[in-house]
């Protein structure tokens, strides 16, 4: 049977990502968590986040479920390749964005069961409050 990312699990890498950021300090986030077939499973906008944090968020999220891999890594491959990266993000209605701030989450055996993605902060700010919910929840990321 294939593991499915629960609800619960997706609250607690939310809960664990907005008190990453708050211990750093880091300006106000959105964190989103979909499941492995892009479809939303929790989201947080912070008191202060701008209204666009949301579907950056998310974008970055769904993206990085979409391509079975890090925001940061796509980010990469677009530099490399940016016509391809910008067709993808048309033919998608806009919901993918190759930044930085989004990861993978893997189950034990390492299926991707979701993603989670943030904004409001840096790329690197983003994608370090993902992985530090995405491992207090017990799951692993790239």
């Given at each position: 049977?294939?593991?499915?990312?629960t609800?619960?699990?997706?609250?607690?890498?939310?809960?664990?990502?907005?008190?990453?950021?708050?211990?750093?300090?880091?300006?106000?986030?959105?964190?989103?968590?979909?499941d492995?077939?892009?479809?939303?499973k929790?989201?947080?906008?912070?008191?202060?986040a701008?209204?666009?944090?949301?579907?950056?968020?998310?974008?970055?999220a769904?993206g990085?479920?979409?391509?079975?891999a890090?925001?940061?890594a796509?980010?990469?491959?677009?530099?490399?390749?940016?016509?391809?990266?910008?067709?993808?993000a048309?033919?998608?209605?806009?919901?993918?964005?190759?930044?930085?701030?989004?990861?993978?989450?893997?189950?034990?055996?390492?299926?991707?069961v979701?993603?989670?993605?943030a904004?409001?902060?840096?790329?690197?700010?983003d994608?370090?409050?993902?992985?530090?919910?995405?491992?207090?929840?017990?799951?692993r990321?790239?």
């Amino acid at each position: 049977m294939a593991s499915v990312l629960t609800l619960a699990q997706a609250n607690r890498i939310i809960a664990a990502a907005l008190e990453a950021a708050r211990v750093k300090n880091y300006k106000a986030m959105a964190v989103v968590v979909v499941d492995a077939a892009g479809h939303l499973k929790a989201v947080q906008r912070e008191d202060g986040a701008s209204m666009s944090r949301v579907d950056i968020a998310t974008g970055k999220a769904w993206g990085c479920v979409s391509m079975g891999a890090s925001s940061r890594a796509l980010w990469q491959r677009a530099q490399d390749n940016p016509v391809f990266f910008q067709s993808l993000a048309v033919t998608h209605g806009g919901k993918f964005i190759p930044q930085t701030g989004a990861v993978p989450i893997r189950d034990a055996d390492g299926t991707i069961v979701g993603a989670v993605g943030a904004s409001g902060g840096t790329g690197d700010e983003d994608e370090a409050i993902c992985i530090a919910g995405v491992v207090a929840a017990g799951l692993r990321h790239e």
